[in-house]
């Protein structure tokens, strides 16, 4: 039996670590077949794979380089009319302003004549108003002393006085009939 | 003895021809641990390869990637698809980083047995190849995932998550419980059954008929690699959704 597992021992010791130059039994031949064949096939299939992946990812970023070029665009757009907008707004608000600064002057002006027209308008009214108190109470006060004077003519007159009056205004008469000669 | 002598002297023969090497490994003793030292050569240049890689293709980033760049963000695109697919639009995100590392370190792993000569470097013991053909690395993989999913539930649903095991009816309270156990076993099973069957399946024809035959095997064994890392990954971000999602 020592005999048995001298022989293992001497089919399994080996005399450390070496390079085996033996190329059947390294199995050289056909690995280098299966790595030629390998490399040829998967090299193709790999190359195009990863040209397409890259073609991809470059078209990937193209077009979404030219996506953010084109919103760039259309931000700049949006604001150069936001500009333009305000700037209307601007003017709107002042031309708004000036208007209704004219417009309230001219209220004003027409208000003002026509508050003078008025004025004017009542003055006169309280003018006439008066004159034709004022007239009314001469009238009346003259057809009193009148209205007195015949009064006290009736109960004074008699014919001694009435004959004086008489001679009297025909010399009245007389008078401005030489006058008027 | 004389008996006992042939045999072995046709044992040696066949191993001769054979050159096929299973359960041999290359031991490095780590405190009180063997450790499978040509498993962790190999995983130290893939981790190479993919730190590496990762690090020349952020060297120089570019706004229109190219080259190396260009590829691994190609690879990251396919990982986070198929995260998104398999864990849903809210939470995929921060288990990108997970599943991409298990179907990165499981492919390239797988790939680097499958194309790389390894032969040509000669251990004291055994032989190098993927990680993958080792039980332990597989199990260490499939165990990673249970304590992600785990983690997954506690963190979104918190002991709610126990919930699940007696989602249907309280009957299938042992099926779900077993599931925990299977799951790991059958993810860690899977992956470094495929990858040893077909590194195997590979040796020996090349033992056999040493050129030309073995090539359509070995393409199949890419294919097989491809997909296993696929499913591997795929399936580690299903348990880790469904963990998070609640139902069945």
Sequence with gaps: MKNVTDSFISLSSAEGFGLNTNILETNIINLSVVLGVLIYFGKGVLSNLLDNRKQKISSTIQSSEELCKGAANQLEQARARLREVERRVREIRVNGYSQIQQEKNDLINVASINLKQLENLKNETIHLEQERVIELVQKQISYQAVQRALGTLNSRLNSELHLRTIEHNIDLLLAMKNITD | ?248
């Design chain 2, 1 to 248: 003895m004389d008996i006992l002598q042939f045999p072995i002297n046709m044992l040696n023969y066949f191993y001769e021809i054979s050159g096929v090497e299973v359960g041999q490994h290359f031991y490095w003793q780590i405190g009180g641990f063997q450790v499978h030292a040509q498993v962790l050569i190999t995983s130290w240049i893939v981790i190479a390869v993919l730190l590496g890689s990762a690090t020349l293709a952020v060297r120089d980033p570019q706004i229109i990637p190219n080259g190396a760049q260009n590829f691994l963000e190609y690879v990251l695109e396919f990982v986070r698809d198929l995260a998104r697919t398999q864990i849903g639009e809210e939470e995929y995100g921060p288990w990108v980083p997970f599943i991409g590392t298990m179907f990165l370190f499981i492919f390239v792993s797988n790939w680097a047995g499958a194309l790389f000569p390894w032969g040509i470097i000669k251990l004291p013991h055994g032989e190098l190849a993927a990680p993958t053909n080792d039980i332990n690395t597989t199990v260490a993989l499939a165990l990673l995932t249970s304590v992600a999913y785990f983690y997954a539930g506690f963190t979104k649903r918190g002991l709610g998550y126990f919930g699940k095991y007696i989602q249907p009816t309280p009957i299938l309270l042992p099926i779900n419980i077993l599931e925990d156990f299977t799951k790991p076993l059958s993810l860690s099973f899977r992956l470094f059954g495929n990858i040893l069957a077909d590194e195997l399946v590979v040796a020996v024809l090349v033992s056999l008929v040493p050129i030309v035959v073995p090539i359509p095997v070995m393409f199949l064994g890419l294919f097989t690699s491809g997909i296993q890392a696929l499913i591997f990954a795929t399936l580690a971000a299903a348990y880790i959704g469904e963990s998070m999602e609640g139902h069945h």
